[in-house]
Nanobody, 131 residues
Framework: QVQLMDSGGGSVQTGGSLRLSCAAS????????????VAWFHQAPGKTKEGVAA????????YYVASRKGRVAISQDIAKNTLYLQMDSLKPDDTGIYYC????????????????????WGQGTQVTVSS
């Protein structure tokens, strides 16, 4: 079991920036913080979740979906067991709920391709970008 708490959402105008946070705790499944793949997903109104970025917590290896490259940056503060998603040059299409999600490290690449691969989810944080 891993508890994830998302925060940092809000309302901004087009071109604005936000930094989302994902605080991880309660590692009761025998793994430590550095043994997870953590991803950020975006769910626009009326749509399914789409991946944004992912990071191996133990290696700092990062992955970004092509549509978000250059506008987002995923990072972490290991001392705080907290991950971040910096989002810049925001557009109205970026509006929606952002979730962080985690799964234990395994043989699959750490990419936000399939939400079904992730076992643990934050509650989500709302981002609204107005034109």
């Amino acid at each position: 079991q891993v508890q994830l708490m998302d925060s940092g959402g809000g309302s901004v105008q087009t071109g604005g920036s936000l930094r989302l946070s994902c605080a991880a705790s309660e590692f009761t499944d025998g793994y430590t913080y550095g043994e997870y793949c953590v991803a950020w997903f975006h769910q626009a109104p009326g749509k399914t979740k789409e991946g944004v970025a992912a990071i191996w917590t133990g290696s700092e290896s990062k992955y970004y979906v092509a549509s978000r490259k250059g506008r987002v940056a995923i990072s972490q503060d290991i001392a705080k067991n907290t991950l971040y998603l910096q989002m810049d040059s925001l557009k109205p299409d970026d509006t929606g709920i952002y979730y962080c999600a985690a799964r234990r490290r395994g043989s699959r690449p750490c990419q936000p391709a399939n939400p079904g691969e992730y076992n643990y989810w934050g509650q989500g944080t709302q981002v609204t970008v107005s034109s």
